[in-house]
């Protein structure tokens, strides 16, 4: 689970004219073990930046992450922490050695856990099987000679080899082909079956992630906007921010096509966000309070929460 997580970059100046990228903004969730939470919104947003806090490549400035009860580094400590929750990236390419062949590239890391190099090479025989290449065929190859659904297929027996229980999946489909990303995604939903995964699933892809998520949630500028079931949010949103994302959301069915974009403009900037309601400067139901006082996060439902003022008007009404 993350805690309050907050991340703010300097982006330069000194003083009262420092300027302070409020990347993640007191962001807390829950992980339930094999459950599958998407995330959206925006880019920008802060999705990737709560990924790495969360898989611990960044540090928070205040807040902290658990792993089965434990606070990672005090507690538990970060090596364990590693083994046991993984991330996929969106580049493929970037994330592999371009020196190391693909068999290599997926036994190092139970190697470095101090596994044999034979039993290591055995595992990732194994697993670049159990990801759909053949190991004779690829496990001699390079980055370079092959395809990008190919690499992320590597890169997912990658994560494997450290028997993680999570995997944070940033974009990891979004840069393949419409028919690769189907394939590589019947991939990852047939792992979760077999392995009793967690993922975090990032995408700006709502239609995927409804697809593969139990759980969604929507982040704007930094915070969380929604969190729920990913029937209820998809079904009955809590958030005007969600509302439109989902309008705008490209509908499989052409003739059901909107032609007017809902969410116009983009969102301002994350170095001086807009006071009260961040998303105020873009919510066409904005009224009294939503340009001075922060929303606190409502309970619209069974583990469904909105952080809107609009809820609270519902509150008093039900
Ligand atoms: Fe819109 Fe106000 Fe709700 Fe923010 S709090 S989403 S501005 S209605
Ligand atoms: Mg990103």
């Not at 689970?1 to 903004?25: E, I, M, P, Q, T």
């Not at 007191?26 to 990737?48: H, I, M, N, Q, R």
């Not at 790495?52 to 400035?61: G, H, N, Y």
């Not at 994330?95 to 470095?112: C, E, K, Q, W, Y």
């Amino acid at each position: 689970s993350a805690h309050s997580l907050v991340k703010h970059f300097n982006a330069g100046g000194f003083g009262a004219a420092r300027k302070v990228v409020r990347a993640v903004d007191d962001v807390s969730f829950e992980l339930a073990p094999g459950e599958t939470l998407g995330v959206v919104g925006e880019s920008g947003c802060g999705k990737s930046t709560t990924a790495r806090l969360l898989v611990q490549l960044l540090k928070p400035d205040s807040g902290s992450v658990r792993y089965e009860g434990k606070v990672v580094g005090p507690e538990l400590p970060l090596k364990a922490f590693r083994s046991k929750v993984q991330m996929v990236f969106q580049d493929s390419f970037a994330s592999l050695n371009p020196r190391m062949t693909m068999i290599d590239a997926v036994a190092f890391g139970p190697t470095v856990h101090g596994v044999s190099q034979s039993d290591a090479i055995r595992k990732a025989q194994d697993l670049l099987d159990r990801v759909g290449l053949d190991p004779a065929r690829f496990g001699g190859r390079y980055a370079h000679e092959l395809s990008g659904g190919q690499r992320q297929r590597v890169n997912i027996a990658r994560a494997l080899a450290f028997d993680p229980q999570v995997i944070v999946l940033d974009e990891a489909v979004s840069a393949l082909d419409k028919s690769v990303e189907a394939q590589v995604l019947n991939l990852l939903m047939d792992l979760r079956r077999e392995r009793g995964l967690t993922y975090v699933f990032i995408s700006h892809d709502l239609n995927v992630v409804r697809h593969i998520s139990d759980r969604v949630m929507v982040m704007y500028l930094g915070e969380v906007a929604e969190i729920g079931p990913a029937e209820s949010l998809y079904g009955a949103p809590c958030h005007p921010y969600t509302e439109a994302l989902l309008a705008a959301m490209p509908s499989l069915d052409p003739d059901q096509r909107t032609m007017e974009a809902p969410l116009a403009g983009d969102p301002p900037n994350p170095i001086d966000p807009p006071s009260g309601c961040r998303f105020h400067t873009r919510c066409a139901r904005a009224f009294g309070p939503c340009s001075t006082q922060i929303p606190p996060s409502y309970t619209v439902g069974r583990s469904h929460v909105a952080a809107c003022h609009l809820n609270s008007v519902k509150e008093h009404v039900a």
